[in-house]
């Protein structure tokens, strides 16, 4: 199976993420203008635990906001962490966000209280976080490992508050699962060593 953009240069691929990323970010802004001009039909999409109904919107729910202040919020980590899981390739960044999203939603649905609504960016996010973290380890790789401990050092803090049960208003299952998720994602779309091994065999 040939690998879209393999013969891309780093600053190809650098050019892709960033456009890819800004418009993600741009949809979930549009999405919430749509929202508020509607009264807020959107935040619908949101998850509650348990109803079979409501497992349509497991996707959905990874766009929708309540409200700007929440999406603000959401904005610059998804556009940073989500810029740096692509610069890898776009076709595994979306394999691994697909992953992200369905397993967080589904867990949502599975675990959340009851009469809840949960929405938002910031499972992903910690799945792209937890991915992160982990991928450069996985894989042996030096500048990824740099690159987990530097998120680290700049988001752990956030992420480990966010995953406090006393706190009140945000989905600590959520981010929880969406942690996980990433994590178990390095696993399953780790780059194979025997691919790294042959592409260095085959320089000149």
């Known amino acids: 199976m040939s690998n879209v953009g393999a013969g891309w240069s780093r600053g190809d691929r650098a050019l892709a993420a960033g456009k890819l990323m800004l418009a ?32 349509v919107d497991v996707v959905p729910s990874a766009f929708i ?9 959401n904005t610059l980590p998804l556009l940073v962490l989500g810029f740096l899981a692509a610069l890898a390739g776009l076709r595994r960044f ?13 867990g949502v649905w599975l675990i959340s209280p009851a009469h809840t609504n949960t929405a938002g960016a910031s499972g992903l996010i910690f799945g792209l976080f937890g991915f992160l973290l982990v991928s450069g380890f996985v894989e042996r790789r030096p500048w990824g490992i740099l690159a987990g401990v530097l998120i680290a050092a700049i988001w752990g803090g956030s992420i480990l508050s966010g995953l406090a049960p006393t706190q009140t208003g945000i989905s600590w299952q959520g981010h929880l699962l969406g942690l996980l998720a990433g994590v178990g994602a390095a696993f399953a779309f780790r780059r194979r060593a025997a691919s790294r091994a042959l592409s260095w065999e085959e320089r000149p």
Do not use: K, M, Q
């Open 24 to 55: 993600w970010i741009a949809l979930l802004w549009l999405l919430e203008v749509v929202d508020v001009a509607t009264g807020h039909a959107l935040d619908g999409f949101g998850v509650t635990p348990r109803d079979p109904s409501e497992l």
């Open 65 to 73: 906001h309540f409200g700007f202040a929440h999406l603000a919020a």
């Open 94 to 106: 979306l394999l691994v966000c697909a992953l992200i999203v369905l397993v967080d939603g589904l």
